[in-house]
């Protein structure tokens, strides 16, 4: 993969859109009826590999996303837990607060995940 070293040797005009490997800018590059992008790195995708490869990482976010509601309110559970055992039932009552918003947060992401987007390979 060849890198763009200088600005004047920039391929077509940058585009809105960041590298998905190396989040660089990627350039817009038109040849005749197909539309490219490039950064300056290298990486090189057509419009729908460009499009696919930005579904593919915006659900692997979601995912991650939903693993950290469900990990966060896990870990509020467990200090309210603790808090409870040691009679200290206002911090108790903040840590069930804080786990039961991120689970409804976590099952409103699930529930979307699971039943309303269309990734292409979900």
Same mark, same amino acid.
């Given at each position: /993969?060849?890198?763009?070293?200088?600005?004047e040797?920039?391929?077509?005009?940058?585009?809105?859109?960041?590298?998905?490997?190396?989040?660089?800018v990627?350039?817009e590059?038109?040849?005749?009826?197909?539309?490219?992008? $490039?950064? $300056?790195?290298?990486?090189?995708?057509?419009?729908?590999?460009?499009?696919?490869k930005? !579904?593919?990482?915006?659900?692997?976010?979601?995912?991650?996303?939903?693993?950290?509601?469900?990990?966060?309110?896990?870990?509020?559970?467990? +200090?309210?837990?603790?808090?409870?055992a $040691?009679?200290?039932?206002?911090?108790?009552? /903040?840590?069930?607060?804080?786990?039961?918003?991120q689970?409804?947060?976590?099952?409103?992401? $699930?529930?979307?995940?699971?039943? !309303?987007?269309? +990734?292409?390979?979900?």
């Open positions: /993969m060849a890198s763009i070293e200088r600005e040797q920039h391929p077509g005009k940058p585009s809105l859109y960041s590298c998905p490997e190396c989040q660089g990627l350039w590059l038109e040849d005749e009826d197909l539309l490219r992008f $490039r950064c $300056r790195i290298g990486h090189a995708y057509t419009a729908d590999a460009l499009e696919l930005q !579904s593919e990482q915006l659900e692997q976010a979601l995912w991650t996303a939903l693993r950290s509601l469900e990990e966060s309110a896990a870990l509020h559970r467990r +200090f309210a837990q603790r808090a409870l $040691r009679r200290h039932e206002r911090v108790a009552a /903040m840590h069930t607060e804080n786990g039961d918003s689970e409804k947060s976590a099952h409103v992401l $699930r529930d979307l995940l699971l039943n !309303s987007l269309n +990734f292409p390979n979900a």
